[in-house]
């Protein structure tokens, strides 16, 4: 059968459009095969690392619909940050950053501008306060259910969080779970993993047999539910991220030691305080407070009227920010200036006393994935001696006032008996005889000889001696009024004794 010439000149051009979609199909699949994958860096605080690579082992596996060679992830903790290899992150195509405080964002700048620059999807993360026009000027993006998996936390709602990202912003067949919440206030059960809202829940649950018995009180005499409670208010984020080791150390401890104690978390934390604190009539639930949030934030307006209504000692329990164990403790000035001002210094200002630090940040290396992360890690001997620290305050609330001793360190610069007082302090004698009255009101201890009255007359007599050097004594001019002997103490005689 032969072709006509136009016929032939069709069924070239046909072969022809048939070769080329398949040289078109090929190089496609060709290039598809080697293609790079989606690079996604997370940078979601040091305390989140361990569950982003967690997050990361269920995007990757097989149930997710995420397969391996389709993306690569890389996690990057805060700590030395700067010190890293960084490509990753200015390659990447996804980004998550936590921008609280505009620390982490700063320091790898360059980075997140390159990303931005060459297509990349920058999402921030805690962004309450902290997402600004600097922010939207430099590209970073706001959305309210990736910002909403990440406050709620835990390994499943990081997870669907990427994919939620990954489908929204690549197209990638995956399906994913709502935000699992937890509440916004509640009490942590360290055995069970459980989050209470009930005290009393919290409180029949802690004291079933299902629980290890508990020894008791040595001092006290305590025993089971009734013996003293300590109080503990702690970051949500704690239990959102499983960081909860130097936690459950610090709960442990105390119970060893014949405390019950009733762990709690919220926002702000003066709320979960008020929350849990103080039972029905308004008195205070807990004999001790351990404070390991009540920093970061804290109103001295609110946090103040608040303590003083608790009326129970609250010590400083501190997990340090950024510094190893072994850095910390080779350091010539401990915490940092930055650190110390929100550590220990507004503590502080609220009354918040004795801090210990209790744990480190180290560094860990996750064995499957290869990747860097960053664990809270509690100082055993630093926990101990936090529970002794909470053991003296016990005490010394079941001791009489009487048997109580008191030291009164009054300001004497420079050193010497004629420079005590200032010119804006009534140290002598105003100051310090109030002090010893309200002491004697209160039934502490003050002498043998009591305090006279205010207008008693001071001097009743009999030659002493006071602190005066043998020259002083022996000299004439000294051989005065200063040195008789009081049936009482007057504030006069407060006044002599101690310029003496």
């Known amino acids: 059968m032969c072709l006509s010439r136009s016929e032939f000149r069709v069924r070239s051009l046909e072969l022809k459009v048939i070769w080329i979609f398949i040289i078109l199909f090929f190089t496609i699949l060709s290039t598809a095969a080697n293609a790079e994958p989606i690079k996604v860096s997370l940078l979601l605080g040091d305390t989140h690392s361990r569950t982003a690579i967690e997050a990361i082992k269920l995007v990757q596996s097989q149930e997710s619909g995420v397969k391996s060679h389709d993306i690569s992830f890389h996690v990057h903790p805060s ?103 937890l509440p916004e206030f509640g009490i ?10 009930d005290f009393e829940e919290y409180k029949k649950v802690y004291s079933q047999e299902s629980n290890p018995p508990l020894p008791p009180f040595s001092k006290g005499g305590h025993g089971g539910i009734n013996k003293p409670w300590i109080g503990m208010v702690f970051y949500k984020n704690t239990v959102e991220s499983g960081q909860t080791k130097h936690l459950d150390a610090v709960i442990e401890n105390l119970e060893s030691s014949g405390f019950n104690v009733l762990p709690v978390y919220g926002y702000p934390s003066e709320n979960a305080v008020e929350r849990f604190f103080f039972n029905e009539s308004g008195k205070s639930r807990v004999n001790a407070v351990v404070g390991m949030s009540l920093k970061m934030g804290l109103n001295p307006q609110v946090a103040i009227p608040l303590l003083t209504k608790l009326n129970v000692p609250v010590i400083d329990a501190i997990t340090l920010y950024s510094q190893s164990r072994e850095e910390w403790e080779k350091s010539p000035v ?9 550590q220990i210094a507004g503590p502080e200002m609220a009354g918040i006393i004795q801090p ?22 509690p100082i055993s001997e630093r926990i101990e001696r936090l529970t002794e620290r909470v053991k003296a305050w016990i005490n010394l609330q079941e001791k009489a006032n009487k048997d109580k001793r008191i030291a009164i360190i009054y300001y004497n610069y420079p050193p010497g008996k004629q420079n005590i007082g200032a010119s804006y302090l009534n140290v002598l004698p105003e100051s310090l005889w109030e002090i010893l009255n309200r002491l004697k009101t209160e039934g502490y201890g003050i002498g043998d000889k009591g305090l006279c009255s205010y207008e008693e007359p001071s001097l009743r007599g009999v030659e002493r001696r006071s602190n005066l050097k043998k020259d002083e004594i022996a000299s004439p001019s000294a051989r005065n009024d200063n040195n ?6 007057s504030r006069e005689q407060l006044f002599n004794d101690i310029h003496n």
């Open 79 to 181: 700590k030395d940050i700067r010190n890293k290899d960084l490509r990753h992150l200015k390659e990447s195509g996804l980004v998550i950053i936590n921008i609280m405080g505009r620390q982490l964002v700063n320091t790898v700048k360059p980075e997140i501008e390159e990303a931005i620059k060459n297509g990349a999807k920058v999402y921030a993360v805690a962004a309450s306060g902290s997402y600004n026009d600097e922010a939207k000027k430099l590209g970073i993006l706001l959305d309210k259910k990736i910002e909403e998996y990440y406050q709620h936390g835990g390994i499943e709602n990081l997870k669907n969080m990427v994919l939620y990202a990954l489908k929204k912003d690549f197209d990638f067949d995956v399906s994913y779970g709502d935000v699992i919440k």
């Open 188 to 197: 942590y059960d360290y055995r069970t993993k459980k989050v209470f809202e």
């Open 334 to 342: 401990g915490l940092d200036i930055f650190e110390r001002s929100w």
């Open 356 to 377: 210990t630090v209790i744990a480190s940040k180290e560094k860990v290396v996750d064995k499957e994935t290869g990747i860097e992360y960053i664990e809270e890690r």
């Open 484 to 489: 008789k002997e009081y049936i009482c103490i």
